[in-house]
DNA sequence: GCCGTTTTCGGCCCGACTGTTTTCAGTCG
């Protein structure tokens, strides 16, 4: 059983307490269970059998035998019973916004309801009306909710979300009166996908914000429009959270809307430690007296804490690590001289290596590895030996003619057969200053010959850096069944790097298994896996995705000098 | 259900908005 599994029914049992009226601080355990579990960036099943499932945050007495459970039995009886106790139909009823547990039993308890459908049908007739405290609005409500459910697109791609803030940031920055503009939420943490975009404007005067925000070309609907809180559907159907503040109460928003919801409500159990209570306007004190932050860096200082990076404020003990100043200095953009992987017309990609290598240069990289796809890959019309070998002589003359301004290292993307096998003879590898493994096929083998596979390339003594090591498109396809810490271990073991492809429907490998690798010894690479010149703008992305893994600058080997990558590459 | 340099019992973040209420419960983040 996978840690998504045992974090599935967890959340389905805090779901199904929820409705039961249970004591809500024990839902928000199995809630809280559910996510550091489901996280947790090593299998549960592994901590299990150490013995040390209580080590997890959040998993005690209780939850720890109910993993245990899991584990030796493959069910859970608690499961069992609280299932039979709701019907599934009520518990599907808290997806539809706006419907929470009480409102969910009550359809049940007082109107019969046990599906979705049949509490659509029961607010076509007018039947909601009957409950004491609902009328005509809350009965619509419900059918705009469930009309929402239907059409529901699900997150937004990091990359998608990014673009849209920008766009909209930039407009909302010319109404008169706005001092300041930022993204919070889950997009300033860069979260993998985003669910809501939360928009933070600092300003005297909401109105004028609220005013233009509700007639951006991009929105679709308003949903709800306060003083101080406007939230929108645009045409893409995600949803657009605006908050107009004070300049003065910058820093307590900022840090309130960045979240996570977690992060926030640890920081605010610390804060009441100290005799404060925080909260998005000011942190106060018993006499009620307020302490305004206008900086985030105000806010931690006030709580003795050092400024957290935004990308590690997941509750996944950045706090503690604050406490203690352990606080890793993570890897910054600034701080990438290079990249490692990118495509030209020699295989998929749009552009000349001349082309990428002057928009690499444009980005303030220093050298960049081309790896273009091996013939093998049939449909990008990869190269061959021989192809290599013209490449690497077309890669000198770039070189050459960039005059020293900028270093193209030649690479490959080298397709890893389905025996374990390379898919081009060593002595055309041997060429190369670095070369970069792939596997393409075969993602739905089982996990034992996969995972075969993927350590039968790390061993290769040829192999430098394993790219995007699952295979996983987000909100497309899972990626391969990975026995991840076999991966971790043979790539420690032979100093191979692996990637975190930073293309936002890649991110591979993913924060928690970057977490994972670091603690593990492994080296990164942060690759813009670019196919053309606007291509390498995605590494932003990837560096934030190093950075919610706790990757340091010596973490990542795009932090490395050419002079120093090319050391590191000549090792046995 | 978890957790502990105040505690092994009694706490567990805080506020906006909505719809229905005459002061608040539910939902959301």
Redesign the pocket.
């Known amino acids: 059983m996978n840690n998504h599994q045992v974090a599935e029914i967890f959340s389905a049992m805090a779901d199904i307490l929820d409705i039961m009226d249970a004591?809500?601080?024990?839902v928000?355990?199995?809630r809280?269970?559910a996510e550091t579990v489901d996280t947790l960036g090593r299998p549960v099943e592994e901590v299990w059998r150490q013995g040390e499932l209580?080590s997890?945050?959040?998993?005690?007495?209780?939850?720890?035998s109910?993993i245990d459970e899991l584990m030796r039995t493959g069910e859970l009886e608690?499961y069992q019973e609280l299932t039979s106790q709701v019907p599934e139909g009520v518990v599907a009823m808290?997806d539809?916004?706006?419907?929470?547990?009480?409102?969910?039993?009550?359809f049940w308890k007082e109107l019969g309801l046990t599906t979705v459908e049949a509490l659509e049908q029961a607010a076509l007739a007018g039947r909601l009306?009957e409950l004491?405290?609902?009328?005509?609005?809350?009965?619509?409500?419900v059918l705009d909710?469930i009309a929402f459910l239907k059409r529901r697109t699900g997150r937004s791609r990091l990359g998608d979300a990014w673009s849209l803030a920008q766009s909209i940031l930039s407009q909302l920055r010319d109404v008169p009166g706005v001092l300041q503009a930022a993204p919070a939420?889950s997009l300033r943490r860069m979260r993998e996908t985003v669910?809501?975009l939360?928009i933070l404007v600092a300003s005297p005067d909401a109105q004028p914000v609220t005013e233009r925000f509700t007639h951006l070309a991009d929105v679709d609907e308003v949903?709800?429009?306060?003083?101080?809180?406007?939230s929108v559907r645009t045409r893409s159907g995600l949803?657009v959270?605006l908050?107009v503040l004070e300049p003065e109460r910058w820093g307590t928003a900022l840090q309130?809307?960045t979240?996570s919801?977690a992060h926030?409500?640890?920081?605010?159990?610390l804060?009441?430690?100290r005799?404060?209570?925080?909260?998005?306007?000011?942190l106060?004190s018993a006499d009620e007296s307020e302490i305004l932050c206008a900086s985030e860096a105000d806010v931690y200082a006030t709580l003795g804490l050092p400024p957290i990076p935004p990308e590690l404020r997941e509750d996944r003990g950045e706090i503690e690590a604050a406490l203690e100043g352990r606080l890793p200095d993570l890897v910054a953009l600034d701080d990438l001289k290079g990249d490692f992987q990118f495509h030209t017309t020699g295989s998929d990609g749009r552009h000349s290596l001349l082309e990428m290598a002057r928009a690499a240069r444009a980005r303030g990289l220093a050298y960049a590895l081309v790896t273009d796809h091996s013939h093998g890959l049939g449909v990008t019309g990869g190269l061959t030996a021989e192809g290599l070998r013209q490449q690497r002589a077309a890669v000198d003359a770039v070189n050459e003619r960039l005059d020293g301004t900028f270093q193209l290292l030649a690479g490959i993307e080298v397709e890893v057969r389905s025996d374990g096998s390379l898919d081009l003879p060593a002595d055309a590898l041997a060429e190369l200053d670095l070369v970069v493994a792939s596997l393409h096929t075969g993602l739905r083998q089982p996990q034992e010959q996969f995972t075969e596979r993927m350590v039968s390339a790390i061993r290769n003594p040829h192999v430098d850096i394993i790219a995007h090591p699952t295979g996983r498109l987000i909100g497309e396809r899972e990626g391969a069944n990975l026995d991840m810490e076999a991966v971790f271990r043979a790539a420690a073991e032979t100093d191979t790097a692996l990637e975190i492809n930073a293309h936002p429907s890649r991110l591979d490998l993913r924060d928690v298994h970057v977490r994972r690798a670091v603690e593990l010894g492994v080296k990164l690479v942060i690759s813009s896996d670019a196919h053309s010149v606007e291509g390498f703008d995605v590494l932003r992305f990837g560096v934030g995705t190093a950075r919610r893994g706790w990757a340091t600058a010596a973490d990542v080997l795009n932090t490395l000098s050419v002079l120093e990558l090319l050391t590191w590459a000549s090792r046995t």
């Open positions: 004591n809500y601080h024990r928000m355990a199995y809280r269970a209580m997890i945050p959040g998993i005690g007495d209780t939850l720890a109910k608690a808290l539809v916004p706006g419907i929470g547990p009480k409102s969910a039993a009550r009306r004491h405290g609902f009328g005509a609005k809350s009965e619509q409500n909710g939420g669910g809501d939360d949903m709800l429009s306060g003083a101080t809180k406007t949803q959270d908050r309130y809307f979240g919801q926030n409500i640890h920081l605010r159990g804060a009441l430690d005799g404060l209570s925080l909260s998005e306007y000011a106060k």
